[in-house]
């Protein structure tokens, strides 16, 4: 079972040069780019491209929907985070709310004892760096930069940063990794055995075309994720039924 150290994105712990060499060969290999292409064409037509965006919300709620969707269905946190804009009328009332009345709100979610206090510590560390509550503002950043500002908050990772900025109303070209989409791309082989969710984000990124829009990249993230839920599963894959299997390494290798 995940301890609570690991339901927010990790730390980002030294890579050891000839892993940081690997990672960089696979990021800028031109097969894996063609690979990563073709199964971008496949999966689309399966999951229906362009895939909708689930919701449009600004991105300072989207960083809270962000932390309070870690390692938890998705209805159940969105359960969650209408009943704290419920019972709060607004960011400012999360903070000062006791830290057991915001952990009582978003009780439906994996280990709202660790998330209500990294809740309410994120959006204090948004206002006390902008004197506001607000991430509107990152609509005027490059989507590095942004990505960087936000990975200052304790807390807020690669996985994180790229929702915020990709799933909010900013729409911009982040693309995020989750544990489903990870687990496909690893077993297909555009990232390596050793990849870890966090350091994959630049490595998977780069398999694109840098002028991918806002859709083309969430199209991607959500085609891979979906075939991970519903296909590529953590144990027993449905091989049989993939239509990547003649192209993917692990094809009836996993049980």
């Not at 962000?66 to 709060?88: E, P, Q, V």
């Amino acid at each position: 079972m995940p301890t609570p150290q690991t339901l927010f994105d990790p730390p980002r712990r030294p890579r050891p040069p000839r892993a940081a060499k690997r990672a960089a060969l696979v990021a800028t290999d031109p097969g894996l780019s063609e690979k990563a292409l073709l199964v971008h064409r496949r999966l689309c037509p399966v999951y229906g491209c362009p895939i909708s965006y689930f919701h449009a919300l600004d991105p300072l709620s989207e960083l809270v929907s962000s932390l309070l969707s870690h390692r938890t269905r998705n209805a159940d946190s969105g359960r969650a985070f209408k009943a704290l804009r419920s019972r709060y009328p607004g960011w400012e009332d999360v903070i000062a709310a006791p830290t057991a009345e915001v952990e009582e709100a978003i009780h439906g979610v994996r280990w709202p004892e660790q998330k209500a206090p990294r809740i309410q510590s994120s959006l204090r560390a948004v206002k006390d760096r902008t004197g506001t509550l607000s991430l509107d503002f990152l609509a005027e950043m490059s989507v590095d930069a942004a990505r960087a500002w936000l990975q200052e908050i304790p807390g807020v990772g690669p996985k994180t940063s790229a929702a915020v900025l990709s799933f909010s109303v900013l729409r911009m070209p982040a693309l995020p990794v989750d544990s489903h989409h990870h687990r496909v791309a690893q077993r297909l082989g555009l990232i390596g055995p050793e990849v870890e969710v966090g350091p994959s984000h630049p490595i998977l990124r780069a398999q694109l075309p840098a002028d991918w829009s806002a859709q083309d990249l969430y199209d991607n993230h959500e085609v891979l994720m979906l075939h991970g839920q519903k296909i590529c599963h953590h144990r027993a894959p449905a091989c049989g039924a993939c239509v990547l299997a003649d192209i993917c390494p692990s094809a009836f290798a996993v049980r």
